[in-house]
């Protein structure tokens, strides 16, 4: 019993880490939200300039007032469907941990939503889907309005052979 008291503490104290502001948005009528402190920016679409040989999620990179930055569909980095653009597809630029240090990176979403202050009661530990499927990506799911939002740790979305590429960009 004791074990299994002390093999909960580190989620507990895990889940109570999670706890605080999160932009949410959504993708494919889903809600996600992604921590605050890692969000740059939210812009409306930019021209995106393609890059050859990249994989298809990474739809090539803007200039953001003269700094070069990569930007990935995240619907497409997700493996759902292409959804055109329109007015209320928004690019959230991020910065997360590459591989020499911190790196910003556009990520395209359907819209955004809102910030909220998500209380740690009201998040709970991803799903188990079993091993076949990887999800962590998930820092946890929080129960809101009678739906769930999906956290995401925006670090490990981003962990891509990618990453390296687009690290000793000025």
């Known amino acids: 019993m004791a074990e299994a008291a002390e093999a909960l503490a580190p989620t507990a104290q895990t889940i109570e880490d999670l706890a605080g502001k999160y ?19 939210i812009i409306g679409m930019l021209p995106v300039t393609p890059v050859p040989q990249t994989p298809g999620f990474l739809i090539g ?24 653009y329109n007015d209320r597809t928004c690019i959230i630029v991020v910065e997360y941990a590459g591989q020499t ?40 799911m929080a129960k809101m309005e009678g739906g769930v939002k999906i956290l995401l740790d925006i670090d490990t979305v981003l962990a891509t052979d990618l990453t390296a590429m687009f690290d000793n960009m000025d």
């Open 23 to 41: 932009l949410t948005f959504t993708m494919a009528d889903e809600d996600y939200g992604i921590g605050i402190l890692k969000i740059k920016e």
């Open 61 to 84: 990179v803007i200039n953001l007032r003269g700094k070069v930055i990569p930007v990935i569909d995240l619907r497409m980095r997700f493996g759902m469907q292409f959804k055109e």
């Open 101 to 140: 240090g911190t790196v910003m990176m556009g990520t395209v979403v359907d819209a955004v939503s809102e910030v909220l202050n998500i209380k740690a009661g009201e998040i709970e530990p991803a799903p188990a889907f079993g091993a076949q499927l990887k999800t962590d990506y998930i820092l946890g």
